[in-house]
């Protein structure tokens, strides 16, 4: 179903073609990305029927109910950690490629809508016309030869996000506003999620934010409990247990590409917090 692109990068998942609409998938596959998180090439749109899952959506952890939809969008950095054996999903994804020549300004206000709470909650009403609309999807899918998936797929892509545009419209409309503290909060996720492979002193961050080390440390630790070195930690060590776990690259080139002075260093670092060494986590872990 899915290509797997094996760059010295983080591992990423990209589609074969176009378009895909499915459901129906082994647990067994989706069990592949317990742990070991990837980075989607592809847009993704999953809708729950039933069951749940429970993933992590960048620095973010949600749980995926019945009757929940979800959009993972280019870019996100994906990782489940459970899935109810009960679980039956639809999805639609859509190609990096395609998505690069056909761009939408629909898909970029869903997008911007939905980049920090990915999941949306359905009424049943919404609920049972998405799983029609997925049937009737997967059964044009088998129907169309390859022909006729590339032509079908603009509309397709068009109708799909103006749809989503609008649920994330009537959804934003109903939310409280975040406070200040929680936009930036925000903004400091987005700035780690850009440059934590390469930047990991938080006085950095903070001057790229325009505030004080001691005002960013406070409002992170406010928001979320944790450090701002905790975030960022958190990313560097998610990208660092996908590439031992889902690539060939060596310690020493995962070093590298997540910017250690040295494999040592990097060794310490991941031993710091998971407990044993980049080694010893891709053959045990």
């Given amino acids: 179903m899915m290509e797997h692109n094996q760059e010295k990068d983080m591992p990423k998942i990209d589609l074969p073609e176009d378009w895909l609409a499915g459901t129906d998938i082994d647990p067994a596959l989706l069990n592949l990305y317990t742990d070991f998180p990837v980075r989607l090439k592809c847009e993704m749109f999953i809708y729950c029927q039933s069951g749940e899952v429970e993933a992590s959506v960048n620095l973010n ?6 009757d929940e939809a979800v959009l993972l969008v280019p ?8 899935v109810s054996n009960e679980l039956k999903i639809y999805f639609l994804g859509f190609s990096s490629g395609y998505i690069k020549s056909n761009p939408s300004q629909h898909m970029i206000d869903a997008c911007y809508m939905l980049s920090e709470s990915p999941v ?15 049937g009737l999807l997967i059964r044009l899918y ?4 390859e022909k006729g998936r590339k032509a079908a797929a603009n509309n397709l ?23 200040k503290n929680e936009q930036l909060f925000r903004s400091f996720t987005r ?26 440390c406070s409002v992170v630790r406010e928001v979320t409990g944790s450090t701002c070195t ?53 053959i045990k872990g």
């Fill in 142 to 145: 088998e129907f169309l030869d």
């Fill in 75 to 82: 870019g996100t950095i994906f990782q489940i950690h459970k």
């Fill in 230 to 282: 905790d975030v960022i930690s958190s990313m560097v060590i998610m990208d660092a247990k996908s590439r031992l776990k889902l690539t060939d690259a060596s310690v020493q080139e995962i070093s590298d590409a997540l910017n250690f002075a040295n494999i040592s260093f990097f060794g310490k670092y991941f031993k710091r917090y998971v407990g044993m060494s980049p080694l010893e986590y891709r």
């Fill in 61 to 66: 952890r949600f749980c995926v109910h019945q």
């Fill in 191 to 216: 700035l780690v999620m850009r440059h934590y492979s390469q930047i990991r002193q938080v006085v950095w961050y903070a001057e790229q934010l325009r505030v004080s080390h001691a005002y960013l």
């Fill in 120 to 134: 949306i909650s359905l009424h049943k009403k919404a609920s049972d016309l998405l799983r029609d609309f997925f």
């Fill in 157 to 179: 892509f068009a109708d799909v996000h103006l749809a989503i545009h609008q649920i994330c419209s009537d959804r934003n409309s109903q939310h409280r506003l975040l406070t």
